[in-house]
């Protein structure tokens, strides 16, 4: 199984949990607002956009990498269902990660309740190959806008993490 198929798994995941009886749930509309990121001078490009009226998920990565075979990538996802807070959701998120890759680990950089940028890692296990994630969850009424930057390999060395929490923080959604 690809990791891009654990993001798929995850938003699943959330939709299901996101209509348990506590009443959380909405009739959902995806928000016309998107992540704008600022790439600087890197050159990335658009792999997948995929939307219904439900959900959203766009995906871009590095000039020369592809959908199928990333070693970067960045994806601005929409996940229904009205989750009370982002910790909440963080809490959900890395839990269900917990169950299914060994060696998993994560931590909080902030969390305000209605923002929050949070990162897991895992090394190589055999099953899910290495890979280190920085997301950034925002609330919004009818579910989580979530901007994330994946790499697969060992922990980001800190001028990589230290580039890309700047800018997931400095993130616009427009």
């Known amino acids: 199984m690809k990791p891009r198929i654990i993001i798929c798994l995850l938003a699943l995941t959330f939709s299901a949990c996101a209509t348990n009886p506590v009443g959380y749930l909405a009739p959902s509309v995806v928000p016309p607002e998107r992540w704008q990121v600022d790439f600087a001078t890197e050159r990335w490009h658009f792999v997948s956009n995929s939307q219904n009226r439900n959900s959203r998920i766009i995906e871009r990565v590095p000039e020369g990498q592809t959908g199928e075979n990333w070693k970067e990538i960045v994806t601005d996802q929409f996940i229904p ?7 909440y959701f963080i809490q959900v998120d890395l839990s269900d990660l ?33 890979e280190h994630q920085l997301t950034l969850v925002k609330y919004y009424p009818t579910g989580i806008l979530t901007l994330a930057y994946a790499r697969k390999g060992p922990r980001m060395d800190e001028a990589t993490r230290s580039k890309w929490i700047e800018r997931l923080k400095n993130a616009k959604l427009r």
């Open 81 to 87: 269902g009205r989750f009370p807070t982002t910790s």
């Open 98 to 130: 917990r169950r299914v890759v060994d060696g998993f680990q994560s931590a909080v950089i902030y969390d305000t309740g209605a923002e929050a940028l949070y990162e897991w890692w895992h090394p190589d296990s055999g099953k899910w190959p290495a």
